[in-house]
Every structure is written in C-alpha cells, then in structure tokens.
C-alpha cells in the first residue's frame, strides 16, 4: 500500500435546501507521491438527483489542475438535493 501525502487547499460548505447535516467538501493538492493526479476533491455526502434514481457516487474525483478539481466539485454540489443524503464513508 502506497502512502499519500496531501495538503488541504480549499474547504466549502453547502447549506440550503434544508440540507441536514451540513455537506462539507475540500480540495487537497498531492505532495507525495509526484506520478499520480495533482489535486483531489472530496465531500462529505453523496445524494439522489431524483426520487427515483439511486446515490449518485461522481467517478471523476480527481483532476490536473486546481480549476479543474473546483470545477468537478461545485458541478456535482450544485446538483444536490435533499433527497436521499449519505454519509460518503471515504471523507
């Protein structure tokens, strides 16, 4: 297993909609290792873009380019609903 080391470069929270609890989320840029993506995304909910739909997990998390990472980022918070939060175990 590989050891990562990363550094926290921005932190967002979104709250509305009725949202509970709160969605955290951050963007880390990789320091070590160098041979892998630049910087990752990650959030603290995952949720349901309808009734019918099940959780929407983004495949895309990580990116070239902090531009690209916040893009990716805000792309999938601002399709959030209230509908069918869950906690994303990974954050």
Not at 2 to 12: D, P
Not at 24 to 36: C, F, G, N, S, V
Not at 49 to 54: L, V
Not at 65 to 77: H, N, R, S, V
Request: aromatic share 14%; glycine share 6%.
């Amino acid at each position: 297993m590989r050891l990562y080391i990363e550094k926290v470069v921005a932190e967002y929270v979104l709250h509305g909609l009725g949202l509970e609890p709160i969605v955290r989320a951050q963007i880390t840029e990789l320091i070590e290792p160098k041979d892998t993506f630049k910087f990752q995304w990650a959030i603290s909910h995952h949720y349901c873009p309808s009734e019918s739909a099940g959780i929407y997990i983004p495949s895309k998390i990580s990116a070239e380019t902090f531009q690209e990472a916040k893009d990716l980022l805000f792309l999938y918070m601002k399709g959030f609903t209230s509908i069918g939060i869950e906690p994303n175990p990974y954050y």
